[in-house]
């Protein structure tokens, strides 16, 4: 059908939104809203009706609503601010006030005739179709003989790094012939930048004590780049650092423990970046006047919950637009426009399953590496072409100038090791491959242990018997992501957050199943009972811990103020939690509600390092993992380590071994590359 009013043509049939002839580009759902809308003129339409009609049972936060519902607006209304068409009703929701005009589309002709877009007569249209078919026909032909279809192909691959250890992010100079790049002694050492300039040794850039994150130019004798203070706290600041004096600047706060991406415009002296002006809320990208201070926010936070949003960028060749990549809540990476002159986004249905990197070759191209290697996009037909299928490769960087192209490649191996709490000098080997295992969960009752590992070329999770082979359990190709899992407390299951969502594996059936939560958002999972899981969702945007009885699926909510990771036997009353934005171990009493601090200096970003077993919780600090006792309230070293970042952990049923994250090997240099068009 066909939707008329105000000189709007809503198309269902086609999906498009149009006026006078010109489409309008508007977000799917957006759409949805509008057609939802039409369909139910001059009558109220609640929350709760939107939700169904339009999110489909879903469950969004208001703020959702209310950001499609501000979108729509500034598409139709000549005053947004003072809307007419899509009015608000107070407590209810909102009216359409005004109705359509509907037809099908066989009817289109016609009224497009009553609006004076066609004057011609049936016969005479048919003629004149006729006519400008053929000569389609013929343009198509003589433009098939007399051009070659282009070909982007990347040729003359070379090594441009020759540091030992790990070489990551290169970013290339304006004019092609130099890049930075980030670089790591050791998998315990800071990332420091150095510089390469074309012909000559790498020199460093950054010999203190912080740990950088990424590093751009500004000019050949000025780079800006962001840090750490360190890898615990992650205080994110962003400075300039001149490259003959290296001496650093503070220019600007960036968001705590958050990744931040930088993109330069040296004409208008303008940084963007990615923030977030609390770690509860969405990214969000930013604009930085270097000469007067003042920030601007340009893309309205991501709807979807925290620690999601924009957060990779990319500013084209003329400056005059961002690409960006949106994370979102079901883990993949949404692309979109912005216009830096109209402030308007364009949504590209283009999507990876991994946080990837972008950078643009020209007006029309971006490159975006992935889990299956660097794909060249055509923004303007929507198509994407492999450029290079290589896995191995990291960040990608494009220089439009000189179409010169520079990535980092290289390997990560991380094997399981097990250390004996009774005899100090007890280490051994539980894994020993080229490839990813970690995350170690011990049974409760025996010492089988199950381990996320990459051996097979996917993501899956292992299952080691104290007797016996290992084996996968075969979670395949759609396991995009594994947070976290938990073995049932009689050992003959497996509870996990994948993708998002609650599975579970019975080693009985050696099959998995998910479970059906109502929740959009799942992270932390834990088997409370043989019967019940216990789980952290984002529902409305806010973590909070959840318990589901599996038998009936009845769930409830069991936290008010907030949670991230979460352990405990609710039938005890008493469960124990971390939070997303607050230091420390808690514990909650589930039918009084009463919650305490128990350990203090748990740090934040050690959500997944902690385990009760027992009357103890075992936790992770900066270079140890601690043990303390609940009834004594007794705290003692477990095993002291020497890495930059605690490993991940579990400690057997019997307190006698300790399985973490032991062996890692990481090597990794700098490739450069040109882009044939």
């Given amino acids: 059908m066909v939707y008329i009013f105000e000189g709007f043509v809503v198309d269902d049939t086609r999906f498009t939104l149009t006026r006078q002839g010109e489409v309008i580009t508007i977000e799917p759902k957006v759409f949805e809203l509008l057609l939802c809308f039409c369909q139910n003129p001059n009558v109220p339409i609640s929350r709760d009706e939107l939700i169904d009609k339009v999110w489909h049972q879903r469950i969004v936060s208001n703020a959702a609503i209310n950001r499609a519902v501000s979108e729509l607006r500034k598409n139709i209304e000549v005053d947004p601010s ?75 691959e070379r090594p441009a790094s020759a540091l030992k250890g790990t070489a990551f992010k290169a970013k290339l100079s304006k004019n092609g012939q130099d890049f930075l790049f980030l670089h790591k002694d050791s998998p315990a050492s800071d990332a420091k930048i150095w510089l390469q300039p074309k012909g000559q040794p790498a020199q460093l850039l ?96 991501y709807a979807g919950g925290n620690v999601r949003g924009d957060y990779m960028l990319a500013l084209a060749p003329k400056k005059k637009q961002l690409a960006i990549f949106e994370y979102q809540k079901n883990s993949t990476t949404l692309l979109k426009i912005l216009d830096l002159v109209s402030k ?19 007006e029309t191209h971006l490159l975006i590496s992935e889990s299956n290697g660097v794909v060249v ?21 494009a220089n439009p100038s000189t179409l010169e192209f520079i990535y980092d490649k290289g390997y990560q191996a991380v094997n399981l090791v097990k250390y004996s709490t009774q005899n100090n000098n007890d280490i051994q080997a539980v894994t020993s ?30 299952i080691k018997p104290v007797n016996g082979n290992s084996y996968r359990t075969n979670l395949g190709s759609f396991a995009k992501s594994i947070a976290n899992f938990h073995w049932s407390t009689n050992d003959e299951s497996l509870i996990a957050s994948v993708n998002n969502k609650l599975y579970i594996f019975s080693e ?8 059906e939560t109502g929740q959009h958002y799942i992270h932390y999972a834990h088997f409370s009972t043989d019967d019940t899981v216990i789980f952290s969702s984002d529902f409305d945007g806010d973590w909070q811990i959840w318990s589901m009885h599996i038998s009936s699926g009845i769930i409830k909510r069991l ?14 009353e008493v469960i124990y939690l971390t939070k997303f934005n607050h230091q420390g171990i808690f514990r ?19 959500w997944a390092k902690w385990q009760k077993s027992g009357d103890n919780i075992y936790y992770s600090t900066e270079n140890k993992i601690m043990k303390y006792q609940l009834a004594s309230d007794n705290d003692s070293t477990l095993f002291i380590h020497d890495k930059k970042q605690s490993p991940r952990f579990s400690v057997s049923y019997d307190s006698q071994a300790l399985i973490f994250e032991g062996d890692e090997q990481s090597q990794s240099n700098i490739w450069q590359g040109l882009i044939q068009k």
């Avoid at 990876?352 to 020209?362: A, C, F, K, Y």
């Avoid at 072409?385 to 960040?395: R, T």
């Fill in 82 to 156: 003072q809307p007419q068409l899509v009015k608000t009703v107070s407590k209810v929701g909102y009216i359409f006030n005004i109705t359509p005009k509907v037809m099908d589309n066989f009817k289109k002709d016609q009224y497009e005739q009553e609006n004076g877009k066609t004057t011609n007569k049936k016969r005479s249209y048919k003629v004149y179709l006729i006519a400008l078919f053929f000569l389609l026909c013929i343009g198509i032909i003589y433009q098939a003989l007399t051009q070659k279809k282009q070909v982007i192909s990347l040729i003359d």
């Fill in 206 to 301: 950054t010999a203190d004590n912080f740990y950088y994150i990424s590093a751009i130019f500004a000019s050949n004798e000025l780079i800006y780049a962001v840090r750490f203070n360190n890898l615990q706290q992650r205080e994110c600041e962003i400075v300039s650092i001149e490259v003959t004096t290296q001496i650093s600047k503070h220019i600007n706060d960036c968001a705590h423990r958050a990744i931040t991406h930088l993109a330069y415009d040296d004409e208008q002296r303008i940084l963007y970046f990615n923030s977030r002006s609390d770690i509860n809320k969405p990214f969000s990208i930013f604009a930085y006047y270097l000469d007067t201070g003042q920030s601007q926010q340009l893309t309205l936070p």
């Fill in 344 to 362: 308007k986004v364009s949504y590209h249905h283009y999507q990876i399953t991994m946080p990837g990197s972008l950078s643009w070759l020209d």
């Fill in 377 to 397: 996009y055509n923004i303007e037909s929507q198509k994407a072409s492999v450029l290079n299928n290589d896995e191995s490769i990291g960040y990608i960087s």
């Fill in 433 to 462: 491959s080229n490839y990813l295992n970690y995350k170690p969960q011990l049974a409760n009752r025996s010492n089988k242990i199950a381990y996320i590992s990459t051996n097979s070329g996917e993501l899956d999770i292992i």
């Fill in 508 to 515: 009985q059936d050696k099959k998995w199943q998910q479970l």
């Fill in 559 to 572: 936290s008010q103020h907030g949670g991230y990771s979460v352990q405990g036997d609710i039938n005890e």
């Fill in 588 to 606: 909650l009493n589930t039918q009084t509600g009463q919650e305490e601090l128990v350990i203090a200096d748990f740090p934040i970003t050690a």
